[in-house]
T-cell receptor, first 115, second 116 residues
Framework: DAGVTQSPTHLIKTRGQQVTLRCSPKSGHDTVSWYQQALGQGPQFIFQYYEEEERQRGNFPDRFSGHQFPNYSSELNVNALLLGDSALYLC??????????????FGEGSWLTVV | AQKVTQAQTEISVVEKEDVTLDCVYETRDTTYYLFWYKQPPSGELVFLIRRNSFDEQNEISGRYSWNFQKSTSSFNFTITASQVVDSAVYFCALSDSNNAGNMLTFGGGTRLMVKP
């Protein structure tokens, strides 16, 4: 049973460029969330996708956008990259169930460096 | 607003010592969920435990144990007889009932170093 998979694992971009990160959720999961983790800090929630729609959003600018596909996989896009966008981007998957808590599983992340 | 505080930024112990990682949370909800994750240098967040707010029983899993106390809004994590492989950053996280565990608020993490 494959867990959460992310690609690419590492990438370097130049300020002003755009980047796309990809995530495949754990088998059976229908909800994907993205988190940004700056060096030495805890992960910060960016947004969550369910049924191909953005359901919740954290305190991130519109430069951060996403998409969820019919197979539940997801993409995170960041436009006009800033040096401060350098971070580990984590994808998390779960099964949406508002009646009980869910276990959220994370991928290994994509390390983005903006130069 | 939700908040998770891990006051210990870094802890260093010698192998076989017991160590407790503290976690204090804030939430207005009566139903919420608490988590602990381990993050090794590779970056992946490894799930350790999920606890519902209405279940205050402490839990033990091998060398790991968790002490949940609603009265003090704390969810502490103890590693007994620590090993070098326990070295990692540990995160405590909180999710409220509206998100049913799908959106996490993380603490700043505690870096645990276990020396041989």
């Amino acid at each position: 049973d494959a867990g959460v998979t992310q690609s690419p694992t590492h990438l370097i971009k130049t300020r002003g460029q755009q980047v796309t990160l990809r995530c495949s959720p754990k088998s059976g999961h229908d909800t994907v969330s993205w988190y940004q983790q700056a060096l030495g800090q805890g992960p910060q929630f960016i947004f969550q996708y369910y049924e191909e729609e953005e359901r919740q959003r954290g305190n991130f600018p519109d430069r951060f956008s996403g998409h969820q596909f019919p197979n539940y996989s997801s993409e995170l896009n960041v436009n006009a990259l800033l040096l401060g966008d350098s971070a580990l981007y984590l994808c998390a998957s779960s099964l949406l169930n508002r009646n009980s808590g869910n276990t959220i599983y994370f991928g290994e992340g994509s390390w983005l460096t903006v130069v | 607003a939700q908040k998770v505080t891990q006051a210990q930024t870094e802890i260093s112990v010698v192998e076989k010592e017991d160590v407790t990682l503290d976690c204090v949370y804030e939430t207005r909800d009566t139903t919420y969920y608490l988590f602990w994750y381990k993050q090794p240098p590779s970056g992946e967040l490894v799930f350790l435990i999920r606890r519902n707010s209405f279940d205050e029983q402490n839990e033990i899993s091998g060398r790991y144990s968790w002490n949940f106390q609603k009265s003090t809004s704390s969810f502490n994590f103890t590693i007994t007889a620590s090993q070098v492989v326990d070295s990692a950053v540990y995160f405590c996280a909180l999710s409220d009932s509206n998100n049913a565990g799908n959106m996490l608020t993380f603490g700043g993490g505690t870096r645990l170093m276990v020396k041989p």
